[in-house]
């Protein structure tokens, strides 16, 4: 009994934090830096920042098999190799085999995963974009889901305060439906993007600017300035990027307050019938398969939207038996992901004597303008775009009918410009699309598998014939030339914007969790990634996720110290 007492001291902690991703960084950090002694779990292998990036100065001739794995491992990948978003020799280290976590689908879902400390904050595509007033309130107007427990001025000095240390750069425009961020200096648009601009401006009152991103574009905080190498997704020595390995980990570390434990896999939450509460989560070694539980005042649940919902659906107990808060059934409920893949391409004759400097690691962004002021559509909320001009490169070779000199003549000249823009559009939260848990199919560590239910719904269908036209008229219109669009809706999944299983809300009936990010019915425990997300908007969600973790972790230390959690 002894013994078990002192097991149990040493296992217990004033936090845990499941996920070491973009928000469980963040909750992190903040908990450290606010004085708790904190455990923080990753289902997945170690990380060091600089060290552990293998491939981060490779050569393209350094690579083996031109940087494509053998047909041996693709057999590991049937999923993630079928999205486009190719599993490399230069990054296979980062994704999630498909036949060590399988899933089933009803319906196609593209779900793409990273097992490791700091997660997918190393391989994100780092667009940083505030929600807006008009986005909190949307629901509630429309009569859409359920209203979010909160608005945007709660939120605002939070995205400030994730802002000022992570490092955004990007332009100030104050656009009421795309607030300003706190920035960097913005990177510069080339010459083909500011004469669309220009057009735009002129022709149809619509705003392109520089894409707000995660990377540095001059030193911040002890970090970077990004060098222009276009590797960001491999690691970046420089940490000219935002990544919980480069930023939010070192920070909480050097608190002397986190203790970081890689290959811990969290199978549940122990929650106490008694007490009334979680008192801790129980933990799968992802080596040894053996299980030990962890306890703590106070759990962050961060380990992505589809798994922290997993972790949720299997912590049952007799208070909870469909899963951990789910006393109005919506645990699963609500996928919400965004739509794109559809847009047009252009070229242009003109600015041949001109060129750009650099592989910048940004594009352009147009913000949203549809279903706006007097703007009425056949269908709810709207899109923005993203893409860039860029002039073809030698690879064009491949296609030419030439050789010796000639062809050396042809690659060695740049080709002409062109420009893409890229649509991405809001999906709407829709009971019926979700997911649960088989618990009689299981994976390599034991744990229930999830089953995907999800689809786009006609509204974002009938959304996709402005988001495809738009992009064309706009070209079309700058005088670009030989103008092609195309429409590849796929599947839900391949955004990497999954959101929406654990919502907050005001009625416990209808919702997971509350304004604080807390569970309705369990209030030690908080959920800050994707899976709190009550609606989508179109802009890219990481830095909200950034922004309600702190905003939660403040709350959490704040109700522990008045002895409330």
Known sequence: MNLNTKAKQENTYDAIVVGTGISGGWAAKELTEKGLNTLVLERGRDVEHVKDYPTMFKEPWELPNNDKISYEEQQHYEKQLRTGYTVRE???????KDTDQPYEEVKRFDWIRGYHVGGRSIMWGRQSYRLSPMDFEANAKEGIAVDWPIRYEDLAPWYSHVEKFAGISGEALGLPQLPDSEFLPPMELNCVEEYLRDSMAKKFNRVL???RTANLSRAHNGRGPCQYRDLCIRGCPYAGYFSSNSATLPAAKATGNMTLRPHSVVDSVIY???KGKAVGVRVIDANTLEVQEYYSKIIFLN????????IMMNSRSRR??????????????NVMDHHFRVGANGSIDQFNDRYYWGKRPTGIYIPRYRNIGSDKRNYLRGFGYQGGGSRENWTRGIRELAVGAELKNIISVPGSWTMGLLAFGEVLPDHSNHVKLNFEKRDKWGQPTLVMDCEFKENEYKMRVDMKNDAAEMLEEAGFKNVTTYDDPGAMGLGIHEMGTARMGRDPKTSVLNRWNQVHACKNVFVTDGACMTSAGCQNPSLTYMAMTARAADYAVKELKKGNL
């Not at 909870?320 to 409920?333: T, Y």
């Open 303 to 310: 380990a992505s939207c589809m798994n922290t919902t997993l």
């Open 209 to 211: 600017t520089i894409g």
């Open 272 to 274: 106490d019938e008694e």
């Open 320 to 333: 909870f038996p469909e899963g951990l808060g789910n006393d109005s059934g919506e645990l699963g409920h």
């Open 90 to 96: 230069s990054t296979k280290h980062w994704w999630v």
